[in-house]
């Protein structure tokens, strides 16, 4: 009809697959399918076409607008626990755009709004689109999407969509039908332990997990599983969640057939059973279990699932290791492992390990049964083999190592030793043990010294060389000598494997550090005897060595040296004569021709060239002519002039220091005149190494004046 308006007719349903499987379902029969296979549902479209088209007729005049709606849903069917896409188009055919444009949509009851595109609001299952306005032959697309549970009880999902809009006097709706179907991958695992075979007497077990990988809730799901061993067997118990397992005899047997309902497994859960067996023997046991349901199961591959449990002899071992609380650096150390089996089997190939602590160094071993090998590196890694241990047996293996002398005291040594054999252990909680040893350090020094002179000239040097050792078994760390030079004596340097210093007076002390186990050091030490030490003397010297690391044996810590002193002084002695003229003076009573005499001065000089102070000295000087002809006019106050037959003057000292001098002025009158001749000797209680120069004898001239 020229310029009337168009109006679409409703479409019919669609016939085809989908037309069946509806009528099937409402039967009441499985609706479960294993494919996709059923076509688009039909669209139901309406419009108010005849009150349009009287419209129409009134006016050919009027422009008007026309929307129109079109819906698709994918996919079709659509599984529980999917989602299901709608497309909803809205078109307008009219001849003017139309404003406030609404699209509504009521989504099936159950299903759950998810997200649309363009964005639109959902309240209490109805979706509402708000669009603006459409211009004549625009077509809005809106998509919308819904999640389907995976427990969706309903046949089919019917969904309506309505769109209204100004310019367009009557709604147009449309609604689509999709069909929902179900599918449930059920997957079975098994998980069988121990995973080492378990102890004759034990209990093994198998955990069957039946896990529905959905999309949909699996119902009626049904697991059988059966066990068969070449020996006897018992099912200890069965436990089930969900469901329950037909009863199962306790007794001992080769084949065992477990039928356990699970019924309902909702998507994405799992359903659990745990079979516990024991033998009271050797054997294997083999559990196969299958599941089934009467949801439709797309992937039947992993419907099945084995597993196994062995059972072997049990020998339960245990070990016991013993060593020191304490050791001392540098001596050995001794463990003692013991081996026991406490059965009820044979343990077969019993084998003990054992590692020895950082700073230990393998040193032997000693089974008494089979045999032991030491690794590398250090044998620091011990293998016994023990071989087959009855039950009830002991078995003990001895081990010893050399304690590193440098270890710090304080240091823990940890040793493990672990046993472990082919037969089943059914306790491994004594297999294994540890020992804690304390490492303390024992380091036995000695000192010696020697002197050199011996006897020493006072005022001399006098070496000391002290030895110090360590006898061990420990290094000894920080150790230090300190000697106690004797009285009269003074330090003068050291020399060797250490660095002295004098710390207080008459005390030398020197550092030596760590001195390892079965070494010595040396150190000289040079000390200057005092010149005025008297001869005969004992010089007494004594060192004493210390450690920071403890001494077992301090008996040998201290060592003396003793030091005779022998004095020796060169004296040297010279006389020098020097005459005085004296003028001839008359005497009182008037007698010119009376001769007073000519002065001379004599001089003699005593000299210490040493090395030691000289004590108790003694010049004799021997006057030359008679008293008659040569008398003293004086004399020092130490010098006494015996005037008898000897005409002799005698001078002493107490002592002369090395270096030292003694002047004696002797003053004399001579009355002759010619060649005199003096000698003056000097001696000391100090023993004098050169006599040649004891003696001094002097000639000299003595003339009167003439007037």
Not at 173 to 190: E, G, M, N, P
Not at 413 to 430: H, K, Q, Y
Not at 581 to 610: C, F, I, M, P, Y
Request: hydrophobic share 35%.
């Amino acid at each position: 009809m020229a310029g009337g308006l168009a109006v679409a007719a409703p479409a019919a349903a669609a016939a085809g697959p989908s037309g069946p499987a509806v009528a099937k379902s409402q039967a009441g029969v499985d609706r479960s399918v294993p494919v996709r296979s059923l076509p688009h549902a039909a669209n139901t479209i309406s419009k108010g076409a005849g009150f349009r088209a009287v419209g129409r007729a009134l006016s050919n005049q009027a422009l008007v607008a026309n929307l129109t709606i079109t819906k698709v849903g994918e996919p079709n069917p659509v599984l529980a626990g999917e989602e299901v896409t709608y497309t909803v188009t809205v078109t307008n055919t009219g001849d003017t755009l139309a404003g406030a444009v609404v699209v509504t949509d009521v989504l099936p009851t159950g299903v759950t709004y998810l997200a649309s595109s363009p964005q639109c609001t959902e309240a209490s299952g109805t979706v509402t689109c708000n669009l603006g306005q459409v211009n004549p032959g625009q077509s809005v697309p809106i998509v919308i999407q819904a999640g389907v549970p995976a427990n969706f009880a309903g046949l089919t999902l019917t969904n309506t969509a309505t769109v209204t809009g100004r310019g367009d006097e009557t709604p147009s709706s449309v609604t689509t039908t999709t069909v929902v179907q179900t599918a449930a991958d059920l997957s079975l695992t098994k998980v069988c332990k121990p995973d080492e075979p378990a102890p004759a007497g034990g209990e093994g077990y198998c955990d069957i997990y039946v896990d529905n990988l959905g999309p949909s809730d699996a119902t009626g799901v049904v697991l059988r599983d059966v066990l068969t061993s070449a020996a006897p067997f018992a099912v200890s118990r069965v436990r089930v969640s969900p469901g329950t397992c037909t009863p199962t005899s306790t007794e001992s047997t080769r084949d065992v057939t477990l039928d356990c309902t699970l019924g309902t497994i909702a998507a994405g859960t799992r359903g659990v059973v745990r079979v516990v067996v024991t033998a009271a023997d050797v054997t294997q046991i083999n559990d196969v279990a299958t599941v089934r349901a009467t949801t439709a199961d797309p992937d039947k591959s992993n419907n099945k699932a084995t597993g196994r449990v062995d059972f072997v002899g049990s020998a339960d071992l245990s070990l016991d290791k013993t060593g020191p609380e304490t050791v001392d650096a540098g001596t050995e150390l001794t463990y003692v492992i013991t081996v026991t089996n406490n059965g009820p089997s044979t343990a077969r190939d019993v084998t003990v390990r054992d590692t020895m602590p950082v700073g230990v160094t393998f040193d032997s071993v000693t089974a008494s049964v089979g045999s032991c090998t030491n690794g590398q590196p250090d044998g620091g890694k011990l293998e016994c083999g023990l071989g087959n241990l009855a039950s009830g047996a002991s078995a003990t293996i001895t081990v010893v190592g050399d304690v590193a002398a440098d270890l710090v005291p304080g240091t823990i040594l940890f040793n493990e030793a672990i046993v472990s054999g082919a037969t089943a252990d059914p306790d491994n909680d004594d297999v294994r043990e540890s020992v804690r040893t304390v490492v303390a350090a024992s380091a036995d020094l000695s000192v010696t010294k020697e002197d050199s002179p011996d006897p020493v000239t006072a005022g001399g040097q006098l070496k000391y060389t002290i030895t110090a050792a360590n006898d061990g078994p420990s290094d000894a760390q920080e150790v230090v000598l300190t000697d106690t030079l004797p009285d009269g004596t003074t330090f003068v340097d050291s020399s060797g494997d250490a660095v002295c210093t004098a710390a207080e007076p008459g005390e030398v002390v020197c550092a030596l550090g760590t001195l390892p186990q079965g070494q010595d050091r040396e150190v000289v030490l040079t000390v200057t005897v005092g010149g005025d030490v008297p001869d005969g003397t004992i010089l007494t010297n004594s060192v004493t060595v210390s450690s920071a690391t403890p001494d077992p044996n301090g008996d040998n810590d201290t060592a003396t040296a003793t030091t005779t002193v022998e004095a020796s002084a060169d004296l040297a002695i010279e006389a020098v004569a020097t005459q005085v003229w004296q003028e001839q003076n008359a005497l009182a009573s008037g007698d010119k021709n009376k001769d007073k005499g000519t002065v001379v001065l004599l001089t003699v000089t005593v000299r210490n060239l040493g090395p030691s102070e000289a004590q108790n000295i003694t010049v004799l000087d021997t006057l030359p002519l008679r008293p008659d002809k040569v008398t003293v006019e004086s004399l020092p106050s130490a010098c006494t002039y015996d005037s008898g037959q000897d005409h002799v003057v005698t001078c002493t000292a107490d002592s002369l220091a090395a270096g030292g001098t003694l002047e004696f002025p002797l003053k004399l009158k001579v009355r002759a005149e010619g060649e005199l001749t003096n000698t003056a000797t000097v001696s000391s209680t100090t023993p004098d190494p050169n006599l040649d120069n004891n003696t001094s004898t002097i000639q000299f001239f003595v003339w009167k004046k003439k007037d």
